[in-house]
């Protein structure tokens, strides 16, 4: 299927899931569903990076952070539309990655991978510092009265905002997945002096994913401070979200867009449940579990298992 | 305006002193990833583990948090025997090292620090020793004993390990396992032995580093994750797999985080040995005393 | 006997490195090596175990960066050019112990090369690449391979991979880095046929083997590296009668 035409469904129906919601009158859906959204967002961005190039980001947390604390930044300073916001949000963390990969891309992937746990940390300490944004007491963040568009509450907004986005990252994703660019990924994750040495010019296909990796998970922050109204530094830069970031993909299947989008469905409904039944420390113990089983035992996560189970059938009994 | 003498004196005590400690937190990696190449980012979460192992046994039957993690660093070689075995079959054995080996020993350092937030809670621990409130005054610098004592017991620590590695045997196996594993195996020694040993030995330092760590200073769960840009920033700058490298890169680091706590505050502490990391990285990859 | 290189005339050389020295700490693995390749030219590369001739591969392809001695390329300086840009220039390299991208078919394998390198210099239309792929494939006996895995290949199918790739670069100038090592008597030939054919191409090759047979076929002009220096530059048959040849290296 052509990108186009795929982009061209994928919109369809992204249309279609928020006008269905329309009818859903239980708050609880608005709030998993944001979550799920955010995670799928996340978890296609990471894969960028990370499943497509092979190069680990520990630092989504701060990705995502950037376009929270942007959007904040910018709310407190002028207040402009949520589109402005959450574009200005996506190209800072861009810039963030950007930078990290020139600083860190050209040595080997265990440096990048350190770098940005470490950058995690300092963005933290430099947040919880920063009073403009409200620092460590945190930002309050006031929804606007009016809703756009006619729709019942904000809520809404920001869900048909998130649905748009998670749109967005899983073409995106493929798009780059499939194209030549991909495929130079793709060598460079699997040999990069290799693929070097066959004309990829490696430093800046690195930079490329970065970039778009950094922006998209950016992205998935910039409507977090509207959504929770109050915005502080350890909800934004939430361990939560750097361990998933890698769990779900790792768990549904690094190779291809539908992995991510896989792992960020299963993984991120059992997390509400086990959330609301259980405590927010058991659930993130249940992730970091799965993450562990997942990469030893089944490295190819659950688009493995699909492809093996396939590979089988084809080849007969 | 009046030079700060006192001020300055007592930043490079507290740098040095500090730097010390920093090596015996530092020098697990600068065998495990400096050495042996594998890359054990849950280092720092079992420094943590160790601190609340002190502290438990410190809590329950007041014995000195440091005597009781030199005694039970047998427990944690063990355990550092049984974490490279499964590292090794998963990973290493079928070259997946990089991405699925980062991943794997990520996963561990979440769950180390999610069990102790689920055994002990998110609060601070903070452990009482005799010495702990002890501080020796030589004219205008202090020496902290709960800064002093730990560093006395990182530095034997870290000597103890160089002579280890260059005196014996068994520890130049593992100095020549990094290089030519072809030439372990022709001489009779198997190389998978070598670095299970090396790893287990880097893991018993960090149950040691974490008890004194704990004497520094009060611990909670996530502490850890503040400590993997120092580790690793430590193990850069002086050189991977270079034992007296990672001293000197501690005590550089240490005087850089001292001197920027005292003159802009301590919580940009993190911040430091981040840029060092860059720095080092961008300038010298191989090391001060790298080879 | 071939001229001395200085007093051969600067563009008939296609590839001219000069006073080339690396060093790893206090270890010298190229001491001043002085190499030219002519347009088309058959070199063979031999020497002892560990006396620098994947080193000097290396600093060749790019992979490396040489401390000292300049190298030239079809005209071009090469000094601080990454590997890429040395293989859109024209010169491939293929590696001792293969690396395929395991990921992708051997097809997929060899699409990475036409998209990235060939085109740019060969201009090769998108649409063309699959055909081209195709085409390299026969000319190394890989087709009926076309959509295998290419991790789980046969060592010597691997070595064809490996050429392969370099071939699909569309090089003026390829290096083969001990295609040949560990195979068997037919094996090596197939490999030989494969790098004879490249004449026909008008791709200059320096080959490094240790399998003499194929060695002296192959080679216009033999090239001898000994502890990081070459010690003999000519024509087969004298350079392998060189006393010096025979004891550091032959006579092994």
């Known amino acids: 299927m052509r990108n186009r035409t795929f982009a061209a469904l994928a919109f369809l129906v992204a249309i279609a899931v928020i006008a269905a919601s329309r009818f859903v009158s239980n708050d609880y859906f608005f709030?998993?569903?944001?979550?799920?959204?955010?995670?799928?967002i996340l978890a296609t961005a990471w894969n960028i990076l990370g499943g497509y190039t092979g190069y680990v980001n520990f630092g989504s947390a701060a990705f995502f952070a950037v376009g929270a604390y942007t959007t904040?930044?910018?709310?407190?300073?002028?207040?402009?539309?949520?589109?402005?916001?959450?574009?200005?949000?996506?190209?800072?963390?861009?810039?963030?990655?950007?930078?990290?990969?020139?600083?860190?891309?050209?040595m080997r992937g265990v440096f990048f991978a350190i770098a940005t746990l470490a950058l995690a940390v300092v963005l933290y300490t430099f947040v919880l510092n920063w009073d403009y944004v409200g620092g460590a007491r945190g930002a309050y963040i006031l929804q606007p009265r009016l809703v756009p568009f006619g729709l019942p509450r904000y809520v809404h907004l920001l869900y048909a905002a998130m649905v748009l986005m998670a749109v967005l990252a899983l073409v995106v994703a493929r798009a780059i997945e499939t194209s030549f660019i991909g495929r130079g990924l793709a060598a460079i994750r699997d040999d990069e002096v290799a693929a070097e040495c066959a004309g990829v010019p490696t430093l800046r296909l690195k930079l490329f994913s970065?970039?778009?990796?950094?922006?998209?998970?950016?992205?998935?922050?910039?409507?977090?401070?509207?959504?929770?109204?109050?915005?502080e530094p350890s909800a934004a830069f939430n361990l939560s979200y750097a361990v998933n970031s890698i769990a779900m993909p790792l768990i549904g299947g690094m190779t291809s867009w539908l992995g991510p989008l896989i792992g960020a469905v299963l993984l991120g409904s059992v997390?509400?449940?086990?959330?609301?039944?259980?405590?927010?420390a058991w659930n993130l113990l249940i992730v970091g579990v799965l993450l562990v089983a997942f990469v030893t035992l089944a490295p190819n996560g659950i688009m493995g298992w699909i492809d093996a189970w396939r590979h089988r059938r084809r080849r007969g009994p | 305006m009046e030079f700060p003498t006192a001020l300055v004196l007592n930043a490079i005590v507290a740098g040095l002193l500090l730097g010390g400690f920093y090596a015996a937190v530092s020098v697990g990696i600068s065998i495990s990833f400096g050495m042996l190449d594998v890359v054990n980012i849950a280092h720092p979460a079992f420094i943590i583990l160790g601190s609340y192992v002190a502290y438990s046994f410190n809590d329950r039957m007041g014995v000195d948090p440091i005597v009781v993690s030199i005694v039970l660093s047998p427990l944690f070689f063990a355990f550092g025997l049984l974490l490279y075995r499964i590292y090794y079959q998963c990973f290493e054995k079928r070259g997946q090292e990089s991405l699925r080996g980062l991943a794997f020993f990520f996963g561990i350092l979440f769950i180390t620090e999610v069990v102790l937030v689920l055994v002990f809670g998110v609060d601070y621990r903070l452990v009482g020793t005799a010495y702990s409130s002890t501080t020796l005054h030589l004219g205008a610098v202090d020496f902290p004993l709960r800064l002093a004592v730990p560093f006395v017991v990182a530095v034997t620590m870290v000597?103890?390990?160089?002579?280890?590695?260059s005196r014996t045997f068994f520890g130049r196996a593992v100095l020549a396992v990094a290089q030519d594993q072809l030439a372990l195996r022709l001489m009779g020694v198997n190389p998978i032995r070598v670095k299970e040993f090396a790893f287990a030995l880097s893991i018993a330092t960090a149950g040691v580093a974490g008890a004194l760590l704990i004497v520094i200073q009060p611990v909670q769960p996530a502490i850890g994750r503040e400590y993997i840009g120092l580790v690793f920033a430590v193990c850069v700058l002086g050189g991977m797999g270079s034992i007296w490298g990672t001293l000197l890169g501690a005590?550089?680091?240490?005087?850089?985080?001292?001197?920027?706590?005292?003159?802009?505050?301590?919580?940009?502490?993190?911040?430091?040995?981040?840029?060092?990391?860059?720095?080092?990285?961008a300038f010298k990859p191989s090391g001060l005393l790298g080879r | 006997m071939a001229a001395p290189p200085e007093e051969r005339p600067v563009s008939d050389a296609l590839l001219r490195a000069a006073g080339v020295t690396k060093r790893f700490g206090g270890f010298t693995a190229l001491d001043r090596v002085d190499l030219s390749v002519a347009p088309g030219e058959r070199l063979g590369l031999i020497g002892p175990n560990g006396s620098g001739k994947s080193t000097l591969?290396?600093?060749?392809?790019?992979?490396?960066?040489?401390?000292?001695?300049?190298?030239?390329?079809?005209?071009?300086?090469?000094?601080?050019?990454?590997p890429h840009r040395r293989v859109r220039l024209g010169l491939a390299r293929s590696f001792q112990i293969p690396k395929p991208f395991a990921s992708m078919t051997v097809l997929d394998n060899l699409r990475v090369p036409l998209q990235y390198a060939a085109r740019l210099h060969e201009r090769l239309p998108p649409a063309h690449i699959v055909d081209e792929a195709m085409r390299v494939l026969r000319q190394v006996g890989l087709s009926n391979k076309a959509h295998a895995m290419s991790g789980g290949l046969t060592q010597v199918d691997m070595?064809?991979?490996?050429?392969?790739?370099?071939?699909?670069?569309?090089?003026t100038l390829l290096i083969s880095d001990e295609a040949m090592a560990g195979l068997s008597a037919s094996e090596t030939d197939d490999i030989l046929a494969l790098l004879l054919e490249l004449k026909e191409q008008r791709v200059a090759v320096i080959m490094i083997e240790h399998v003499m047979r194929a060695v002296m076929k192959f080679s216009d002009r033999i090239v001898v590296l000994v502890a990081g220096r070459k010690i003999a530059d000519g024509d087969p048959q004298t350079v392998v009668n060189n006393a010096e040849v025979v004891t550091a290296y032959l006579g092994q």
């Open chain 1, 31 to 40: 709030s998993a569903a944001y979550t799920v959204l955010q995670f799928i």
């Open chain 1, 72 to 106: 904040v930044f910018l709310y407190k300073a002028a207040q402009p539309p949520l589109p402005v916001m959450i574009a200005a949000g996506t190209v800072v963390a861009g810039l963030l990655g950007l930078m990290v990969g020139y600083l860190t891309l050209r």
């Open chain 1, 210 to 231: 970065a970039t778009v990796s950094g922006a998209l998970m950016g992205m998935a922050g910039t409507t977090f401070p509207y959504y929770l109204s109050y915005v």
């Open chain 1, 271 to 280: 997390q509400q449940v086990v959330q609301v039944t259980v405590s927010s």
């Open chain 2, 159 to 165: 000597v103890c390990v160089q002579l280890y590695l």
């Open chain 2, 251 to 281: 005590l550089i680091l240490g005087l850089a985080e001292s001197f920027t706590s005292t003159f802009f505050g301590p919580s940009w502490a993190p911040a430091v040995s981040f840029g060092i990391l860059l720095a080092a990285l």
């Open chain 3, 57 to 82: 591969v290396n600093c060749l392809s790019g992979t490396l960066r040489n401390e000292e001695g300049s190298i030239h390329f079809g005209g071009h300086d090469l000094a601080g050019q990454p």
């Open chain 3, 159 to 171: 070595r064809k991979l490996e050429l392969a790739r370099a071939v699909a670069t569309k090089p």
